[in-house]
């Protein structure tokens, strides 16, 4: 099995370095061939690079009573275990043991990919590097609707799903602001749609809001037919697997708090709420 183990060291590196968020920032722009013959013509490639190179990401932060070194591996085992993982791919891709904050050099790392691994082993792997002051990233993929800009297609596809447990010391005590637990659930327009296109009312950035051209294209498309309405569902099939996790780990876990939140919207939980009641 793939892996990499370091010895545990403090840091005198930056600033800037130790408080870097653990969480990766997915910034990428797919090169996309648009289809000429679409309603949207050549700027359909235009489209999907600007919504996915400025697209904000949406994250989740639990919270469980009586949360502690001797418990929390435990813990991490049965909220990994509620995780609606990929019907393709039911296993985990990796494990990370991140030292002291996310400046250090990892202490551990597994490439889970040739493998079956679940809950259990992922527990089992973590628990051999046991400290108040580590966290533990797992990566997984879950399946989520999107609209493909060049098809115009609706597809249901695995997306990255990374899974933090934080011990309570672990970069200056991180876990009291930033959950005992935490996932970056992805981007942002998977479960709002792009900018306030659905639900405007609860929206931080209402669509009309915007001159962007771009932005004015796509929003005259989504006014054709049937379109708005199915973006509508599967944004909603997306957000109501989110909130049968929240439920499933809940049930699972000692839960004291959870809170739902993303870079764009200023109450995520309450868009969306919006979405949701919105038929």
């Not at 490439?111 to 051999?128: F, K, M």
């Not at 639900?199 to 989504?222: C, L």
Request: hydrophobic share 40%; with cysteine; net charge negative.
């Amino acid at each position: 099995m793939p892996t990499t183990v370091r010895g545990r060291h403090k840091s005198l590196g930056s600033n800037a370095a130790r408080t870097q968020h653990l969480a990766v920032r997915w910034a990428g722009c797919m090169a996309v061939r648009p289809e000429l013959d679409s309603p949207l013509g050549g700027s359909l490639g235009i489209i999907h690079k600007v919504f996915r190179t400025m697209a904000n990401r949406a994250y989740l932060r639990v919270w469980t009573r009586d949360f502690s070194e001797t418990r929390m591996i435990a813990e991490f085992a049965r909220f990994l275990a509620t995780a609606p993982l990929s019907d393709s791919r039911q296993w985990f891709d990796s494990l990370t043991v991140q030292p002291i904050d996310s400046g250090e050099t990892p202490i551990a790392v597994w490439d889970l990919r040739p493998l079956d691994y679940g809950a259990a082993e992922v527990a089992a792997l973590a628990i051999q590097h046991l400290h108040a002051d580590s966290a533990y990233v797992a990566e997984a993929k879950w399946d989520l609707w999107e609209l493909d800009m060049e098809s115009l297609k609706w597809k249901k596809q695995p997306q990255p799903l990374r899974l933090t447990c934080n011990g309570l010391e672990y970069d200056e005590g991180i876990a009291a602001s930033e959950g005992h637990f935490c996932a970056d659930l992805g981007f942002e327009h998977f479960f709002t749609g792009h900018a306030g296109l659905l639900a405007p009312g609860a929206a931080s950035n209402p669509f009309d809001s915007s001159d962007h051209p771009v932005e004015h294209t796509f929003r005259q498309w989504m006014k054709a037919g049937e379109n708005l309405k199915e973006y509508h569902a599967k944004t909603r099939e997306n957000i109501q697997q989110l909130f049968n996790w929240i439920e499933a780990f809940e049930s699972a876990l000692p839960v004291e708090r959870s809170e739902l939140w993303s870079e764009g919207e200023e109450n995520f939980e309450a868009r969306l709420d919006a979405i949701v009641a919105r038929r």
